[in-house]
């Protein structure tokens, strides 16, 4: 089973996967959890040209979403579908809807485009479930502890809005897929709504 973790900066999702992850180790699951961009080398060598570059001197808004994409079909063919096959269940900080919110609601680029360019790069891998955390995103941005800024995180508020706007409306388009959080409830209890689910989708997957 493949579960993605998705939202906006600072919405939980890293707190919520390793949650997660321990619930369903303690229940005697095999589990492996990863992260985008990056988890393979190629991926963090990516990572570091997408994040800690400026906005003058980083990619271009095509370039950005080719990268990735690169660092994403890399993770597919090196750690997911390899852990899949093995019968893990699989859980991810972020994947293709964070390409269709960011770059295509963030920066403006053609859907229909991002989407061909994301299917190519995972050979059609869609996860089972997506919990989608969210929240205004001046509560997302102000909640993270690091001092450093990356790329993203130094766009303007409006880029960050219409990020959740555009996760919104993916999750409207897929009901059956995306569950939406609310990311400003305490952490234990969104925890206990994300084991529910999963547990009710493992049980339902036999
Ligand atoms: N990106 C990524 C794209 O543009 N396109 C893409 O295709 C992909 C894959 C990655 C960046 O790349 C962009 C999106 C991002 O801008 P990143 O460094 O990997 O950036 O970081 P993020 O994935 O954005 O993760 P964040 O650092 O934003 O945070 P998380 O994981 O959502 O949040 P988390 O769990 O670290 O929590 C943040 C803080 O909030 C607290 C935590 O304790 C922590 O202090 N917290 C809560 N506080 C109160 N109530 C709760 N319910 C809380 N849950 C967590």
């Given at each position: 089973m493949f579960i993605t973790f998705e939202g906006p900066e600072g919405a939980g999702k890293t707190t919520q996967l390793g949650l997660l992850r321990d619930r369903l180790e303690s229940d005697g699951w095999n589990v492996l959890t990863t992260f985008e961009p990056g988890g393979t080398p190629v991926g963090d060598a990516i990572r570091q040209i997408l994040l800690a570059s400026d906005r003058d001197s980083g990619p271009v808004a095509r370039a950005e979403v080719l990268l990735f994409a690169a660092a994403r079909a890399q993770l597919v063919d090196q750690v997911i579908a390899p852990a899949l096959r093995r019968g893990y269940i699989v859980l991810c900080d972020r994947y293709n809807d964070s390409t269709l919110a960011y770059?295509?609601?963030?920066?403006?680029?053609p859907r229909d485009q991002v989407e061909k360019v994301t299917r190519f790069a995972t050979g059609g891998l869609v996860p089972d479930l997506t919990f989608l955390l969210d929240l205004d995103v001046r509560a997302g941005l102000a909640r993270k502890r690091s001092t450093t800024v990356d790329r993203m995180e130094r766009e303007e508020l409006s880029f960050h809005e219409h990020v959740r706007a555009e996760y919104l409306a993916l999750a409207r388009s897929e009901p059956g897929r995306i569950v939406v959080l609310d990311a400003t409830r305490p952490i234990d209890e969104l925890a206990a709504v994300i084991t529910r689910r999963v547990i009710e989708k493992l049980r339902d997957a036999g």
């Open positions: 770059q295509v609601g963030g920066r403006g680029l």
